[in-house]
């Protein structure tokens, strides 16, 4: 498999706050990388810092470099629309904007312009995202009328109408019930087939089921680093295993 | 496995163009508002520039002129005459005779209501009361004017036998009127940004509703109460139509409330209308409009002045 | 003591109420007084005709014409500025840099401005300055922007609305959830298509209704139109953006200063004031109507 992303020696500031230390790892296509660590441990910035998302905050400032496909994304001319569309986000609260849920499938081709008659690219995405059968025969109705869990589901699929190269997911099931996180789970087995996916998550089962490898971060730090399988059985550091066997975080 | 997609990360032209220029054109407006301000003082002192340089101007007039006793001893506004006189002096008294009422009035109405609003109405009430002060700030000047010309000059000269039917006081409570909205809101505004903390404190110390008031909220929100004045203090100072209409417009110097006076803003929209463009008249009455100007700029500074501290003086406590 | 104490708070409470009071019955008494002098005057032909004996009979609706076409000019003029103003410090600028900090400086001190300096600006610059230089560049130095008019006294009104519809505008903005914005920034929004698919269409409300009600408080200012536009007495309506124009206040301050016959007017003086309220709060109550008529659709989308 190849690299398609390449962090080397990156950190982050918010202001003064150092949020990000020296990090250093690759991602390979078409794996899914697991980030467990503790809250406040950095890897919503890390996730934030790789689609550049972070941008928005005023005093975020960077060193190091993150390579996409072998060009560095925080060069000066990097089109930060382009770039985020080539790595879709979907984010820790579900966020369904007002509108039908045809509309808010339908944000990233409204932004490009695109005509909007993508209607197999809608089907597939809503399958991929386990929600087709529940939301087919009301596509023009409001996506406020969804469940939680119906509505992260999605914000994932509106997120794959973009379709991006890499899917980041910031926490994705926080606030879901067992059902709906098995749904979002299977789906992303299933799509990793397709894209390569970096899950940010506070639950350490959740990596252990559906990670090819983990990294584990520690105050900015990633403190190990490797196949999912390795990180959960046989730890090499010790902060790695007092996490993932539950005596923190 | 893909081409590496590199150059379709890198920026395309078309939509650069397009970003910058809508970006230049929403940061230019910002500039408009900058812009507004200045172009109105330039604009405004311009005309009345003449007044420092012009030795035409200063045949007639002069800054000193206008500030000194003339031949009799006297300080006359009578700049339509044979012998134009420009004595700004009664146009002062004037001013503040009937800003002072308007505030005497207005700034403990609204004050305590402010209070009451904020730390003693229940919820239904706030919620009739604010949109009463906001329909009060809607009401136009002229109308209020011409209420306080109609009816209020009226009333009080049948209360009270006033010798003069427009006057100070007639003037004065007109003003109060428009005086009460900006107050009110501010210095409400002011009192709700205390934190509810602080009162829970007080309450906690054996303190009752009013004692909470008047001991640690109002304190505690000085500055925005201080802003409250001294932004009230502009309004009335440069209102311009109620005070034209019920101040009786006549330059008198004197200080008693119940006579006649006429006030700077009142003077530049009786005379300009008349005024001989050019003339020392002219020049003197934008001269006056600047004047107006700067007061009420420094006014406003100093108001919000006073609100920045009052956020800072609250987030600073919060913290420690 | 403790008796004491309770009166002393008792007292206290009861004056701030007291004050709450005063200030309703003042709005109270100057409505009802209006209303009830003004409502028995009112007629179509007063609505509908032209004054007429000096202004002492006849209607008033040269100047509703007049009122009408100025606040809409003013209002074209005062939203884009002040709605893009507004985009601009909410969503462009830095927070806390120093430009937004002047801005808003200035915006304060805009709001601050006596009317009557408006006015005296309104002379200055774009009558004697902009409307001068334009007679002189495109009219061959004839007379016909160099003078007051409608327009100009429109555009003085919109820079005196201006920083009320800044403030509404950004509080609209205020209110669309930080969410939203990183949504559509994170599916590959550029900072404009934010504005223009996400925010816009999320505070299109509160924009429209705060603008309204800043565009209300305008139309009833007299003071910056007096040597801009308005004019005592005109026999015909404006047709050009130069013509002068009766407006609804002025015509109250000329009928009540320089009327002959104070008593003989005083009726048509009550209903003109009468339909100059209407007017405003009418505007009032669009801007809330609109408010509600919104959400609900949103509500059902």
Known sequence: MSTILEVRN??????????????????????????????????????????????????????????????????????????????????????????????????????????????????????AAYLWDEVKDRLHQSAFALSGGQQQRLCLARTLMLEPDVLLLDEPCSGLDPISTAKIEEALVELKRELTIILVTNNVMQASRVADRTAFFLQGRVVEFGLTQQIFVNPKEKETYEYVSGRFG | MDRPPNERLLLKGKRRIIETLLETAVRSSAFVVIGALVLIFVFVAKEALPLFTSADVHKEVTLWTMVRPQENGEFVWQPVSEKPKYSILPLAVGTLKVTLVALLIAIPLAILAAIFTSEFAPQLLRELIKPVVELLAGIPSVVIGFFALMVVATWLQDAFGFVFRLNAITAGIGLSLAVIPIVYTVAEDALSAVPQAFRDASTALGANQWQTAWRVVLPAAMPGVFAACVLGFGRAFGETMIVLLASGNAAMMSFDPRESFRSFSATIAAELGEVVYGSPHYHVLFFIGAFLFVITFFLNLAGHWYVDRLRARLEGKLKA | MRRWIKFVGLAFTTLTGLACLVIVAMLAIILGNIAINGWSILSWEFISGKPRAGM???????????????????????????????????????????????????????????????????????????????????????????????????????????????????????????????????????????????VLPQSVAGILTGTILAVSRGAGEVAPIMFTGAAYYLPYLPKKLNDQFMELGYHIYVMTTQSPDVEATKPILYATVFVLLVLTFALNFLAVLIRSRIRRRLRTA
């Open chain 1, 10 to 127: 990156f950190s982050a500031w918010y202001g003064h706050y150092s949020a990000l230390s020296d990090i250093t790892l690759e991602v390979l296509d078409h794996e899914i990388l697991g980030i467990i660590g503790p809250a406040g441990c950095g890897k919503t910035t890390f996730l934030r810092s790789l689609n550049r998302l972070n941008d928005l905050v005023p005093d975020f400032r960077v060193e190091g470099s993150i390579g996409f496909w072998g060009v560095d994304i925080y060069r000066q001319d990097v089109d930060l629309a382009a770039l985020r569309r080539k790595l879709g986000m979907v984010f820790a609260v579900p966020v369904p904007l007002p509108g039908t849920i045809l509309e808010n499938l339908r944000l990233g081709s409204r932004l490009n312009n695109r005509k909007a008659d993508a209607g197999a690219l809608v089907e597939k995405t809503l399958r």
């Open chain 3, 56 to 198: 002492t009979e006849g209607g008033i609706f040269p100047a509703i014409f007049g009122t009408v076409v100025l606040v809409l000019l003013m209002t074209l003029a005062v939203i884009p500025l002040g709605v893009a103003a507004a985009i601009y410090l909410h969503e462009y600028a830095r927070q806390g840099s120093k430009l937004v900090h002047v801005v808003r400086l200035a915006l304060a001190n805009l709001a601050g401005v006596p009317a009557i300096v408006f006015g005296l600006f309104g002379l200055g610059f774009f009558i004697k300055f902009v409307g001068a230089g334009m007679d002189h560049a495109f009219f061959g130095g004839a007379l016909a922007f160099g003078q007051p008019g409608i327009l100009w006294a429109a555009l003085t009104l919109a820079v005196l609305t201006l920083p009320t519809v800044v403030v509404a505008t950004e509080e609209a903005l205020r209110a669309v959830p930080l969410s939203y914005r990183e949504v559509a920034y994170a599916a590959g929004a550029t900072r404009w298509q934010v504005v223009r698919h996400v």
